[in-house]
Protein backbone atom coordinates (compact mmCIF):
# COMPACT_ATOMS: atom_id res chain seq x y z
CA UNK A 1 0.00 0.00 0.00
CA UNK A 2 1.26 3.09 -1.31
CA UNK A 3 -0.18 6.32 0.55
CA UNK A 4 0.27 9.96 -0.74
CA UNK A 5 2.63 12.13 0.73
CA UNK A 6 0.27 15.13 1.54
CA UNK A 7 -1.75 12.56 2.99
CA UNK A 8 1.07 11.29 5.52
CA UNK A 9 2.05 14.80 5.86
CA UNK A 10 -1.35 15.28 7.59
CA UNK A 11 -1.81 12.57 9.61
CA UNK A 12 2.16 12.40 11.03
CA UNK A 13 1.67 16.43 11.74
CA UNK A 14 -1.07 15.51 14.16
CA UNK A 15 1.18 12.67 15.60
CA UNK A 16 4.13 14.79 15.76
CA UNK A 17 1.86 17.51 17.73
CA UNK A 18 -0.09 15.35 20.20
CA UNK A 19 3.38 13.05 20.97
CA UNK A 20 3.29 14.01 24.69
CA UNK A 21 3.75 11.48 27.40
CA UNK A 22 6.83 9.48 26.32
CA UNK A 23 7.10 6.51 24.26
CA UNK A 24 4.01 4.30 25.93
CA UNK A 25 1.80 7.40 24.84
CA UNK A 26 3.53 8.13 21.34
CA UNK A 27 3.45 4.95 20.26
CA UNK A 28 -0.39 4.29 21.43
CA UNK A 29 -1.50 7.70 19.40
CA UNK A 30 0.63 6.03 16.32
CA UNK A 31 -1.78 2.75 16.96
CA UNK A 32 -4.76 4.61 17.11
CA UNK A 33 -3.71 6.48 13.90
CA UNK A 34 -2.11 4.04 11.71
CA UNK A 35 -3.93 0.96 12.95
CA UNK A 36 -7.44 1.18 14.04
CA UNK A 37 -8.16 4.22 12.45
CA UNK A 38 -7.08 3.72 8.74
CA UNK A 39 -6.12 0.40 7.78
CA UNK A 40 -2.82 1.22 6.87
CA UNK A 41 -0.61 -1.34 8.64
CA UNK A 42 -1.96 -4.57 10.41
CA UNK A 43 -1.17 -5.42 13.73
CA UNK A 44 1.70 -7.82 13.33
CA UNK A 45 3.07 -5.01 10.79
CA UNK A 46 3.16 -2.51 13.74
CA UNK A 47 4.30 -4.87 16.21
CA UNK A 48 7.15 -6.05 14.24
CA UNK A 49 8.63 -3.02 13.44
CA UNK A 50 7.88 -2.07 17.33
CA UNK A 51 10.31 -4.96 18.13
CA UNK A 52 12.81 -4.53 15.42
CA UNK A 53 13.08 -0.68 17.01
CA UNK A 54 13.58 -1.64 20.59
CA UNK A 55 16.49 -3.41 19.12
CA UNK A 56 18.10 -0.28 18.13
CA UNK A 57 19.84 2.59 19.86
CA UNK A 58 17.60 5.89 19.61
CA UNK A 59 14.35 6.55 20.35
CA UNK A 60 12.15 3.90 19.93
CA UNK A 61 8.83 5.67 19.27
CA UNK A 62 10.91 8.51 16.90
CA UNK A 63 11.96 5.47 14.76
CA UNK A 64 9.17 3.48 14.34
CA UNK A 65 7.26 6.83 13.08
CA UNK A 66 10.18 6.52 10.29
CA UNK A 67 9.74 2.90 9.97
CA UNK A 68 5.86 3.36 9.26
CA UNK A 69 6.39 6.05 6.84
CA UNK A 70 8.82 4.22 5.26
CA UNK A 71 6.69 1.67 4.61
CA UNK A 72 3.68 3.32 3.32
CA UNK A 73 5.48 5.30 1.16
CA UNK A 74 9.47 4.70 1.08
CA UNK A 75 12.04 7.16 1.69
CA UNK A 76 9.95 10.24 1.30
CA UNK A 77 7.41 8.70 3.53
CA UNK A 78 10.02 7.47 6.24
CA UNK A 79 11.36 11.16 5.84
CA UNK A 80 8.37 13.01 6.51
CA UNK A 81 7.03 10.86 9.32
CA UNK A 82 10.39 11.09 11.24
CA UNK A 83 10.93 14.70 11.10
CA UNK A 84 7.30 15.42 11.37
CA UNK A 85 7.66 13.38 14.85
CA UNK A 86 11.10 15.38 15.91
CA UNK A 87 10.77 19.19 14.53
CA UNK A 88 7.53 20.31 16.62
CA UNK A 89 8.75 19.17 19.54
CA UNK A 90 12.34 20.42 18.75
CA UNK A 91 10.89 24.00 17.66
CA UNK A 92 9.42 24.33 21.14
CA UNK A 93 12.68 22.97 23.10
CA UNK A 94 14.15 25.62 21.27
CA UNK A 95 12.53 27.96 22.76
CA UNK A 96 12.05 27.24 26.12
CA UNK A 97 15.81 26.70 26.29
CA UNK A 98 16.09 30.15 25.06
CA UNK A 99 13.46 31.63 27.81
CA UNK A 100 15.59 29.70 30.36
CA UNK A 101 18.91 30.82 29.75
CA UNK A 102 17.20 34.25 30.00
CA UNK A 103 15.00 34.11 32.61
CA UNK A 104 15.93 30.61 34.28
CA UNK A 105 17.02 32.26 37.68
CA UNK A 106 14.04 34.43 38.08
CA UNK A 107 12.26 33.85 41.77
CA UNK A 108 8.61 32.91 39.82
CA UNK A 109 10.36 30.37 37.21
CA UNK A 110 12.80 28.58 39.84
CA UNK A 111 9.80 28.37 41.97
CA UNK A 112 7.62 26.74 39.25
CA UNK A 113 10.76 23.90 38.46
CA UNK A 114 9.75 23.32 42.15
CA UNK A 115 6.85 21.28 41.48
CA UNK A 116 7.99 20.22 38.18
CA UNK A 117 11.51 18.36 39.81
CA UNK A 118 8.93 16.67 42.55
CA UNK A 119 7.19 14.96 39.71
CA UNK A 120 10.10 14.49 37.49
CA UNK A 121 11.59 12.21 40.46
CA UNK A 122 7.59 10.32 40.48
CA UNK A 123 7.79 9.98 36.31
CA UNK A 124 11.03 8.39 36.53
CA UNK A 125 9.73 5.77 39.02
CA UNK A 126 7.03 5.28 37.30
CA UNK A 127 9.12 4.18 34.03
CA UNK A 128 11.31 1.88 36.03
CA UNK A 129 7.76 0.52 37.48
CA UNK A 130 6.98 -0.09 33.93
CA UNK A 131 9.81 -1.18 32.23
CA UNK A 132 10.65 -3.81 34.82
CA UNK A 133 7.27 -5.59 34.76
CA UNK A 134 8.19 -6.17 30.89
CA UNK A 135 11.71 -6.78 30.93
CA UNK A 136 12.50 -8.85 34.46
CA UNK A 137 10.54 -12.46 32.87
CA UNK A 138 13.09 -14.90 34.10
CA UNK A 139 16.10 -15.45 37.22
CA UNK A 140 18.98 -14.25 34.57
CA UNK A 141 17.11 -10.62 33.86
CA UNK A 142 16.87 -10.19 37.26
CA UNK A 143 20.34 -10.79 37.85
CA UNK A 144 21.45 -8.62 35.24
CA UNK A 145 19.54 -5.72 36.20
CA UNK A 146 20.93 -5.79 39.79
CA UNK A 147 24.22 -6.57 38.56
CA UNK A 148 23.98 -3.12 35.90
CA UNK A 149 22.59 -1.34 38.98
CA UNK A 150 25.59 -2.39 41.07
CA UNK A 151 28.20 -1.41 38.55
CA UNK A 152 26.60 2.21 37.69
CA UNK A 153 25.37 3.09 41.62
CA UNK A 154 29.12 1.86 43.51
CA UNK A 155 31.37 1.56 40.85
CA UNK A 156 30.30 4.54 38.54
CA UNK A 157 30.61 1.84 35.45
CA UNK A 158 30.54 3.58 32.59
CA UNK A 159 26.85 3.25 30.47
CA UNK A 160 28.73 1.33 27.33
CA UNK A 161 30.42 -0.91 29.04
CA UNK A 162 27.27 -2.17 31.08
CA UNK A 163 25.17 -1.87 27.27
CA UNK A 164 28.18 -3.88 25.97
CA UNK A 165 27.96 -6.39 28.71
CA UNK A 166 24.56 -7.33 28.75
CA UNK A 167 24.38 -7.88 24.58
CA UNK A 168 27.39 -10.57 25.40
CA UNK A 169 25.37 -12.55 27.82
CA UNK A 170 21.89 -12.17 25.85
CA UNK A 171 23.82 -13.61 22.23
CA UNK A 172 25.37 -16.35 24.60
CA UNK A 173 21.90 -17.67 25.92
CA UNK A 174 19.84 -16.95 23.09
CA UNK A 175 20.40 -19.98 21.01
CA UNK A 176 20.72 -20.62 17.70
CA UNK A 177 19.05 -20.83 14.45
CA UNK A 178 19.10 -22.50 11.30
CA UNK A 179 17.27 -19.87 9.14
CA UNK A 180 18.89 -18.75 6.30
CA UNK A 181 19.83 -14.55 5.84
CA UNK A 182 17.74 -13.25 3.32
CA UNK A 183 18.57 -12.87 0.04
CA UNK A 184 18.42 -8.93 0.64
CA UNK A 185 20.20 -6.09 -1.35
CA UNK A 186 22.84 -5.80 0.37
CA UNK A 187 24.65 -3.56 -2.05
CA UNK A 188 21.48 -0.88 -1.77
CA UNK A 189 22.33 -1.32 2.28
CA UNK A 190 26.01 -0.61 2.17
CA UNK A 191 24.61 2.90 -0.39
CA UNK A 192 22.05 3.79 2.32
CA UNK A 193 24.42 3.14 5.08
CA UNK A 194 27.16 5.44 3.86
CA UNK A 195 25.21 7.89 2.71
CA UNK A 196 23.59 8.49 5.87
CA UNK A 197 26.53 7.88 7.77
CA UNK A 198 28.15 10.99 5.59
CA UNK A 199 25.06 13.34 6.64
CA UNK A 200 25.58 12.46 10.17
CA UNK A 201 29.36 12.94 10.44
CA UNK A 202 29.35 16.22 7.68
CA UNK A 203 28.39 19.18 10.40
CA UNK A 204 30.86 17.45 12.96
CA UNK A 205 33.96 17.90 10.46
CA UNK A 206 32.69 21.13 8.90
CA UNK A 207 32.76 22.07 13.01
CA UNK A 208 36.07 20.83 13.13
CA UNK A 209 37.89 22.36 10.16
CA UNK A 210 36.69 25.48 11.04
CA UNK A 211 37.66 25.48 14.25
CA UNK A 212 34.93 25.35 16.44
CA UNK A 213 36.10 23.52 19.81
CA UNK A 214 32.37 23.15 21.25
CA UNK A 215 30.43 22.82 18.52
CA UNK A 216 33.14 19.60 17.75
CA UNK A 217 33.04 18.45 21.11
CA UNK A 218 28.97 18.44 21.08
CA UNK A 219 29.11 17.04 17.94
CA UNK A 220 31.16 13.67 18.89
CA UNK A 221 29.43 13.59 22.42
CA UNK A 222 26.37 12.90 21.12
CA UNK A 223 26.86 11.27 18.32
CA UNK A 224 28.70 8.61 20.72
CA UNK A 225 25.41 9.46 22.60
CA UNK A 226 23.20 8.13 19.67
CA UNK A 227 25.12 4.95 19.47
CA UNK A 228 24.62 3.79 23.45
CA UNK A 229 20.83 5.22 23.87
CA UNK A 230 19.36 2.05 24.30
CA UNK A 231 16.05 1.11 26.60
CA UNK A 232 15.30 4.79 25.96
CA UNK A 233 16.00 8.33 27.73
CA UNK A 234 15.83 7.27 30.88
CA UNK A 235 17.73 5.17 30.51
CA UNK A 236 20.80 7.06 29.40
CA UNK A 237 20.34 10.13 31.29
CA UNK A 238 22.42 9.16 34.15
CA UNK A 239 25.47 8.66 31.54
CA UNK A 240 24.87 11.59 29.78
CA UNK A 241 24.43 13.61 33.44
CA UNK A 242 27.81 12.83 34.67
CA UNK A 243 29.11 13.48 31.21
CA UNK A 244 27.91 17.28 30.83
CA UNK A 245 27.76 17.89 34.70
CA UNK A 246 30.57 16.50 36.01
CA UNK A 247 32.94 15.77 33.10
CA UNK A 248 32.61 18.09 30.47
CA UNK A 249 31.03 21.27 33.17
CA UNK A 250 28.63 22.37 30.21
CA UNK A 251 25.45 22.25 32.67
CA UNK A 252 24.50 21.66 36.59
CA UNK A 253 22.91 19.42 38.17
CA UNK A 254 19.84 21.98 38.81
CA UNK A 255 19.69 22.76 35.23
CA UNK A 256 20.12 19.45 34.53
CA UNK A 257 17.38 18.74 36.45
CA UNK A 258 15.10 21.56 34.63
CA UNK A 259 16.00 20.87 31.42
CA UNK A 260 14.56 17.11 31.97
CA UNK A 261 11.17 18.81 33.08
CA UNK A 262 10.88 21.56 30.38
CA UNK A 263 11.89 17.67 27.68
CA UNK A 264 8.67 16.08 30.22
CA UNK A 265 6.26 19.25 29.22
CA UNK A 266 7.04 19.44 25.10
CA UNK A 267 5.66 17.34 22.12
CA UNK A 268 8.10 14.88 20.87
CA UNK A 269 10.75 12.13 21.83
CA UNK A 270 12.51 13.02 25.55
CA UNK A 271 15.82 12.88 24.38
CA UNK A 272 15.46 16.18 23.36
CA UNK A 273 16.66 17.03 26.69
CA UNK A 274 19.99 16.96 24.42
CA UNK A 275 19.16 20.16 22.71
CA UNK A 276 18.19 21.84 26.57
CA UNK A 277 21.67 20.95 27.09
CA UNK A 278 23.50 22.06 24.14
CA UNK A 279 21.88 25.29 24.02
CA UNK A 280 23.33 25.72 27.54
CA UNK A 281 26.39 24.92 26.78
CA UNK A 282 27.09 27.17 23.80
CA UNK A 283 25.13 30.35 25.60
CA UNK A 284 27.62 29.76 28.61
CA UNK A 285 30.46 29.34 26.07
CA UNK A 286 29.90 32.13 23.21
CA UNK A 287 25.96 33.32 23.78
CA UNK A 288 22.94 33.11 21.48
CA UNK A 289 24.39 32.14 18.43
CA UNK A 290 26.80 29.71 19.56
CA UNK A 291 23.89 28.18 21.48
CA UNK A 292 21.73 27.90 18.63
CA UNK A 293 24.55 26.19 16.84
CA UNK A 294 25.16 23.86 19.41
CA UNK A 295 21.38 23.30 19.74
CA UNK A 296 21.26 22.20 15.94
CA UNK A 297 24.41 20.09 16.35
CA UNK A 298 22.92 17.85 18.94
CA UNK A 299 19.26 17.54 17.22
CA UNK A 300 21.80 16.99 14.13
CA UNK A 301 23.52 13.90 15.76
CA UNK A 302 20.59 12.39 17.62
CA UNK A 303 18.12 12.16 15.37
CA UNK A 304 20.16 11.72 11.67
CA UNK A 305 21.51 8.36 13.17
CA UNK A 306 17.75 7.04 13.84
CA UNK A 307 17.23 7.47 9.68
CA UNK A 308 20.20 5.60 8.76
CA UNK A 309 19.42 2.51 11.35
CA UNK A 310 15.77 2.58 9.83
CA UNK A 311 16.33 3.22 6.46
CA UNK A 312 19.35 0.18 6.18
CA UNK A 313 17.77 -1.83 8.60
CA UNK A 314 13.84 -1.75 7.50
CA UNK A 315 14.22 -4.52 4.89
CA UNK A 316 15.68 -6.73 7.42
CA UNK A 317 13.10 -6.75 9.99
CA UNK A 318 11.24 -9.93 9.55
CA UNK A 319 14.17 -12.15 9.70
CA UNK A 320 15.63 -10.23 12.33
CA UNK A 321 12.57 -11.21 14.53
CA UNK A 322 13.26 -14.85 13.87
CA UNK A 323 17.23 -14.30 15.28
CA UNK A 324 17.10 -15.91 18.62
CA UNK A 325 20.65 -14.24 19.57
CA UNK A 326 19.64 -10.88 18.76
CA UNK A 327 16.05 -11.00 20.50
CA UNK A 328 18.32 -12.85 23.59
CA UNK A 329 20.50 -9.76 23.08
CA UNK A 330 17.98 -7.26 23.21
CA UNK A 331 15.94 -8.78 26.58
CA UNK A 332 19.37 -8.87 28.15
CA UNK A 333 20.10 -4.99 27.78
CA UNK A 334 16.27 -4.18 28.69
CA UNK A 335 16.91 -5.93 31.64
CA UNK A 336 20.23 -4.27 32.02
CA UNK A 337 18.15 -0.91 31.44
CA UNK A 338 15.98 -1.76 34.74
CA UNK A 339 19.26 -1.11 37.15
CA UNK A 340 20.54 1.91 35.43
CA UNK A 341 16.44 3.86 35.67
CA UNK A 342 16.67 2.40 39.60
CA UNK A 343 20.05 4.27 39.87
CA UNK A 344 18.57 7.33 38.15
CA UNK A 345 15.69 7.43 40.42
CA UNK A 346 17.76 7.47 43.17
CA UNK A 347 19.89 10.02 41.55
CA UNK A 348 17.05 12.17 40.77
CA UNK A 349 15.82 12.20 44.20
CA UNK A 350 18.72 12.57 46.55
CA UNK A 351 19.23 16.11 44.14
CA UNK A 352 15.60 17.01 44.21
CA UNK A 353 14.63 16.09 47.95
CA UNK A 354 18.40 17.36 49.11
CA UNK A 355 19.84 20.59 49.22
CA UNK A 356 23.82 19.18 49.23
CA UNK A 357 24.67 16.01 47.74
CA UNK A 358 28.29 14.84 48.27
CA UNK A 359 29.78 11.74 46.60
CA UNK A 360 32.16 9.78 48.98
CA UNK A 361 34.83 8.46 47.17
CA UNK A 362 37.00 5.05 48.57
CA UNK A 363 38.83 3.16 45.55
CA UNK A 364 36.55 1.66 43.39
CA UNK A 365 33.53 2.75 45.53
CA UNK A 366 31.62 5.98 44.51
CA UNK A 367 28.60 6.69 46.79
CA UNK A 368 26.11 9.42 46.65
CA UNK A 369 25.52 10.93 50.25
CA UNK A 370 22.93 13.49 50.94
CA UNK A 371 22.84 15.93 54.05
CA UNK A 372 20.13 14.84 56.11
CA UNK A 373 19.65 18.16 57.49
CA UNK A 374 19.07 19.70 54.27
CA UNK A 375 16.01 18.00 53.12
CA UNK A 376 13.23 19.94 51.46
CA UNK A 377 9.73 19.25 52.51
CA UNK A 378 8.42 21.30 49.72
CA UNK A 379 9.87 18.98 47.28
CA UNK A 380 9.05 15.85 48.90
CA UNK A 381 4.80 16.40 49.81
CA UNK A 382 5.18 17.82 46.09
CA UNK A 383 6.72 14.46 45.13
CA UNK A 384 4.18 12.23 47.38
CA UNK A 385 1.49 14.25 45.91
CA UNK A 386 2.29 13.82 42.11
CA UNK A 387 3.13 10.46 43.07
CA UNK A 388 -0.86 9.88 44.05
CA UNK A 389 -2.32 11.87 40.92
CA UNK A 390 -0.13 10.03 38.38
CA UNK A 391 0.13 6.57 39.47
CA UNK A 392 -2.77 6.01 42.30
CA UNK A 393 -5.40 8.18 40.18
CA UNK A 394 -3.78 7.37 36.45
CA UNK A 395 -4.24 11.36 35.89
CA UNK A 396 -2.34 12.66 32.91
CA UNK A 397 1.43 13.37 32.98
CA UNK A 398 0.65 17.38 31.42
CA UNK A 399 -2.51 17.93 33.74
CA UNK A 400 -0.14 17.09 37.09
CA UNK A 401 2.85 18.94 35.68
CA UNK A 402 0.63 21.88 35.57
CA UNK A 403 -0.66 21.61 39.23
CA UNK A 404 2.80 20.56 40.53
CA UNK A 405 4.11 23.90 39.09
CA UNK A 406 1.53 26.07 40.65
CA UNK A 407 1.96 24.01 43.69
CA UNK A 408 5.73 24.16 43.67
CA UNK A 409 5.12 28.46 43.50
CA UNK A 410 2.77 28.61 46.20
CA UNK A 411 4.82 26.62 48.67
CA UNK A 412 8.21 29.01 47.65
CA UNK A 413 6.51 32.26 47.79
CA UNK A 414 4.67 30.86 51.69
CA UNK A 415 8.63 30.35 52.47
Same mark, same amino acid.
Not at 131 to 141: F, R
Not at 167 to 181: H, N
Given at each position: ???????????? %???????? !? !??AAQIAVMHRELV???????ERQFLNALSFCMLLPGPEAMQLATYCGWRLNGLAGGL?????????????MLGLAWAYAAFGTVPLVEALFLGIKATV??????????????????????????????????FAAPFPLI??????? !????? !?????????LGRAGTLRTVAVWGAAWWAPVAAAWAAGQTLLTEVGLFFSKLAIVTFGGAYAVLAYMTQEVVQDQGWLTTAQMMD??????????PLILVTEFVGYLAGAAAGGPGLAVAAAAMTVWVTFVPCFLWIFAGAPYIEWISTRPRLTGALSAITAAVVGVIL??? *???????????????????LHLLTPDPTTLDL???? *????????????????????? %?????????????
Open positions: MSIPVRELFRVF %LRIGVLSF !G !GPEDRPWLTVAGLLFVLPGAAVVVIVLGALLKVSQKALTGTGHWVIAALSFVAIFLIACAAAC !GVLTG !GASAQPAPAGLGLAETTPGNLS *LWFATHVFFAQVATLRAGPRALA *LALAAGGLLLGLKWGLMRVLF %LAALAGAGLSFLG
